[in-house]
């Protein structure tokens, strides 16, 4: 998708449109405080990306990460894994209270593992929409509700180029609506690290 695509996906203001954004939203190099980073995770999320926020080749000073999605309601998503038998486990190592021999292989049993199973119950709604996540898909962690909360992210304003197609994403919004019961639409919400960054392309 090129530069000029961005207009078309619903999550990105249209070519032109400027939002009045908060201050703190100001390039800047210096470090936010303690309180500009409260006070950014108590703004809310942006149904539509401001343009002022989307990478530019031009600019020294590139913007805040954001990421589109959900924030995570855990007990949900738990609770669908169990029922549609999508619960993840991993191999953990066993604390031992005796000294090993020296050679003995350390003991390791198999846990229940509820950040895997989050991710592939997210996985598995995707997929029944035709959304592919990438294989290193992870959990993100972004400034909302006044505090640090994990997310559901399906990509950012730097990667808006692997942005599903807007058929696509309000198919897995109903489909998330009918199996989980989200009814909140997917936003933009800035990753925890919240800062401005040094253009890292020529």
């Known amino acids: 998708m090129s530069r000029r695509s961005f207009k078309k996906l619903g999550s990105v203001d249209a070519l032109g449109v400027v939002q009045d ?22 703004l809310p999320g942006f149904t539509a990306l401001p343009r002022q926020l ?11 990460l954001y990421y589109y999605g959900w924030k995570i309601d855990w007990d949900k998503l738990l609770k669908y894994a ?7 486990y991993a191999l953990q190592e066993v ?29 598995n709604l995707a997929n029944d929409v035709g959304i592919r996540l990438p294989t290193d898909c992870e959990l993100r962690s972004v400034l909302a509700d006044g505090t640090i909360v994990p997310f559901f992210a399906l990509y950012s304003n730097y990667e808006l180029a692997e942005a599903p197609r807007k058929a696509r994403l309000s198919s897995l919004q109903d489909h998330l609506r009918l199996r989980i019961g989200e009814t909140a639409p997917p936003k933009w919400f800035p990753d925890y690290d ?7 392309w020529q």
């Open 194 to 200: 919240f800062r401005w960054r040094q253009r890292y």
């Open 54 to 64: 989307i990478p530019n080749e031009r600019p020294v000073m590139q913007p805040p």
């Open 95 to 123: 604390d031992d209270d005796f000294e090993d021999e020296e050679n003995e292989p350390e003991a390791e049993v198999l846990v229940y593992d509820e950040c895997s199973t989050v991710l592939k119950v997210l996985r």
């Open 21 to 42: 954004l908060d201050p703190l939203f100001k390039p800047r190099s210096i470090p936010y405080s303690n309180e500009d980073i409260d006070h950014v995770s108590n």
């Open 82 to 88: 169990e029922d549609n038998d999508l619960c993840a």
